[in-house]
T-cell receptor, first 116, second 110 residues
């Protein structure tokens, strides 16, 4: 199947700093990428949907100025957590879709963000 | 709001067949049904996808009745390594509007 990578896999930062997470589709062109957040023992929560070349669509309750999403190419989307705080600590997962023949999403391995 | 409902947890033993049912009463005409598996601290992994009737691949089968208001994931002869959370999602052809429900935590015992 198609491969989606995320970088970094783990990041620890101080409160108030910004963190960028990259999501790449390695062997296919992703017309749509999705960003999720997952807290311990909970399900994945969709944060935003981004289509290549256009602005991301954020879910209700997700601050677009705090979670900046850029989908500049068909293989790369980035999520920047600006002015991170301890409550932003979570597991961030991206997924990508775009292969012909269905709406299967391929998920990245996730990024563990810890804000001190 | 998630568009699906699943049992919160299930227990099984090695070698048994496990069936996990998902309710999606408000499934739209264009929606597909997709099942994912997730291990702790990993991204979800695709298991199987279908639109109607029955789909089978090397790891699972998916049964979808004619009204498509539910679906059943069937895992034949589970092993300890199948212990994970299983999610059922419905969404359109582009994957839009797909919401994760609570999932089903499957525990396989020796």
């Amino acid at each position: 199947g198609a491969v989606v990578s995320q970088h970094p896999s783990r990041v620890i930062c101080k409160s108030g700093t910004s963190v960028k997470i990259e999501c790449r589709s390695l062997d296919f062109q992703a017309t749509t990428m999705f960003w999720y957040r997952q807290f311990p023992k909970q399900s994945l929560m969709l944060m935003a949907t981004s289509n290549e070349g256009s602005k991301a669509t954020y879910e209700q309750g997700v601050e677009k100025d705090k979670f900046l999403i850029n989908h500049a190419s068909l293989t790369l989307s980035t999520l920047t957590v600006t002015s991170a705080h301890p409550e932003d600590s979570s597991f961030y997962i991206c997924s990508a879709s775009g292969l012909a023949g269905g709406n299967e999403q391929f998920f990245g391995p996730g990024t563990r963000l810890t804000v001190l | 709001l998630a568009k699906t409902t699943q049992p919160i947890s299930m227990d099984s033993y090695e070698g048994q067949e496990v069936n996990i049912t998902c309710s999606h009463n408000n499934i739209a005409t264009n929606d597909y049904i997709t099942w994912y598996q997730q291990f702790p601290s990993q991204g979800p992994r695709f298991i199987i996808q279908g639109y109607k009737t029955k789909v089978t691949n090397e790891v699972a089968s998916l049964f979808i009745p004619a009204d498509r208001k539910s679906s059943t994931l069937s895992l034949p002869r589970v092993s300890l390594s199948d212990t994970a959370v299983y999610y059922c999602l419905v969404g359109d052809i582009k994957g839009n509007d797909m919401r994760f429900g609570a999932g089903t935590r499957l525990t396989v015992k020796p």
